[in-house]
């Protein structure tokens, strides 16, 4: 079936108009979405920069606070440089979330702090995690930074 004058043009408008809210939808000004990878390859990021995970838990905050279970990975961590095992608490937010989860992981925080006296707490806010653990070396904050660096775009 042939279009003719007004059928073309209307198509034509529908075809553009389709065009334009596709494109509209790809290059919006809204924040993107995180896409970090799962906890299995935040955990192969770790040690595929030559650290050892010797224990992994789901679900273990650190602290008290029950909302925060279904994010939170603790990982015990060894590296070359330093053989004592250390801990890794690890959360994961979405983007909708991850600003509002600064002040429950501060309160997780202070809150595993105050019943691990005398260590020094390293904490490493990389959207979409956030991290903390004590007494950690260079070498392990080093290789904790990149791996959820790395991490944070391993997902689709």
């Given at each position: 079936?042939?279009?003719?004058?007004?059928?073309?043009?209307?198509?034509?408008?529908?075809?553009?108009?389709?065009?334009?809210?596709?494109?509209?939808?790809?290059?919006?000004?809204?924040?993107?979405?995180?896409?970090?990878?799962?906890?299995?390859?935040?955990?192969?990021?770790?040690?595929?920069?030559?650290?050892?995970?010797?224990?992994?838990?789901?679900?273990?905050?650190?602290?008290?606070?029950?909302?925060?279970?279904?994010?939170?990975?603790?990982?015990?961590?060894?590296?070359?440089?330093?053989?004592?095992?250390?801990?890794?608490?690890?959360?994961?937010?979405?983007?909708?979330?991850?600003?509002?989860?600064?002040?429950?992981?501060?309160?997780?925080?202070?809150?595993?702090?105050?019943?691990?006296?005398?260590?020094n707490v390293t904490r490493l806010?990389?959207?979409?995690?956030?991290?903390?653990?004590?007494?950690?070396?260079?070498?392990?904050?080093?290789?904790?930074?990149?791996?959820?660096?790395?991490?944070?775009?391993?997902g689709t």
């Amino acid at each position: 079936m042939l279009m003719r004058g007004g059928g073309q043009a209307l198509l034509a408008w529908c075809c553009l108009s389709l065009v334009c809210l596709l494109l509209a939808g790809c290059y919006s000004s809204a924040t993107a979405s995180f896409h970090p990878g799962d906890a299995s390859q935040l955990v192969q990021e770790i040690t595929r920069r030559g650290a050892t995970v010797t224990a992994t838990v789901s679900g273990d905050t650190g602290c008290s606070d029950a909302t925060l279970t279904d994010n939170a990975l603790h990982l015990t961590v060894t590296t070359a440089t330093d053989s004592t095992p250390r801990d890794v608490y690890i959360f994961t937010f979405r983007s909708t979330k991850f600003d509002a989860s600064a002040a429950p992981i501060d309160a997780c925080q202070a809150a595993w702090a105050q019943a691990h006296p005398g260590m020094n707490v390293t904490r490493l806010d990389i959207a979409p995690y956030r991290a903390f653990g004590a007494d950690w070396s260079p070498s392990l904050s080093s290789t904790i930074t990149a791996a959820l660096t790395e991490a944070s775009n391993l997902g689709t």
